[in-house]
């Protein structure tokens, strides 16, 4: 057990480019979640995979948020023509479907800084 | 909605004494989870305790334990023997268990200061 992993760990990009960032969850995990934290805050929930079918995505993940799992494992989201509220960590957690493990693992996160 | 408040932005306690740290929730649901998480700076959270609503007992994992009081929809933590590593930030979160949903709810954490 290797914990979840996220890459990359920093980010820094212009107004109007493209980022994609990675996350690897614990391997018998078959739940991902991508969640978004600001500075003082808590983290807020962007969405949601159960293997590789996205179940739940929240109002925050507007239009220009994709974040796909195509073979139940690792998960990317993209960030379209980034905006300086863009900037965050975006936190990736895995969790096991099993009732009694479903507690959300966190990985260390990508800050993003968007100039 | 459910929402999660933690009214106490910072705290402060002494190395070796004992600090509460507060949480309230607001839910109209009957069966959930509660979580505490631990932020340590520019590192990743982890998980401290968890507590199911169903269960009247508090939970306790060492040195950290949780008041939960179901009725007034509190849920605190206690740390007992502060020590120097347990400064960080602290999240208190709300799961439903509703089989539909399983995203977590955050309040704004607390910031735990350790003093030598």
């Known amino acids: 057990d290797t914990g979840v992993s996220q890459d990359p760990r920093h980010k820094i990009t212009k107004r109007g480019q493209n980022v994609t960032f990675r996350c690897d969850p614990i391997?018998?995990?078959?739940?991902l979640y991508w969640y978004r934290q600001t500075l003082g805050q808590g983290p807020e929930f962007l969405t949601y995979?159960?293997?590789?079918?996205?179940?739940?995505k929240s109002r925050l993940l507007s239009d220009r948020f994709s974040a796909e799992r195509p073979k139940g494992s690792f998960s990317t989201l993209e960030i379209q023509r980034t905006e300086q509220g863009d900037s965050a960590m975006y936190l990736c957690?895995?969790?096991?479907?099993?009732?009694?493990?479903?507690?959300?693992?966190f990985g260390p996160g990508t800050r993003l800084t968007v100039l | 909605a459910q929402t999660v408040t933690q009214s106490q932005p910072e705290m402060s306690v002494q190395e070796a004494e004992t600090v509460t740290l507060s949480c309230t929730y607001d839910?109209?649901?009957?069966?959930?989870?509660l979580f505490w998480y631990k932020q340590p700076p520019s590192r990743q959270m982890i998980l401290v305790i968890r507590?199911?609503?169903?269960?009247?007992q508090n939970a306790t994992e060492n040195r950290f334990s949780v008041n939960f009081q179901k009725a007034a929809k509190s849920f605190s933590l206690k740390i007992s023997d502060s020590q120097l590593g347990d400064a960080a930030m602290y999240f208190c979160?709300?799961?439903?268990?509703?089989?539909?949903?399983?995203?977590?709810?955050f309040g704004t954490g607390t910031r735990l200061k350790v003093l030598a």
């Open positions: 957690a895995s969790s096991s479907q099993d009732r009694g493990r479903r507690t959300q693992y």
């Open positions: 391997s018998e995990h078959n739940r």
């Open positions: 995979f159960q293997n590789e079918a996205q179940l739940e």
């Open positions: 839910t109209s649901e009957s069966d959930y989870y």
């Open positions: 507590q199911e609503a169903y269960k009247q």
């Open positions: 979160a709300y799961r439903s268990a509703d089989s539909g949903t399983y995203k977590y709810i």
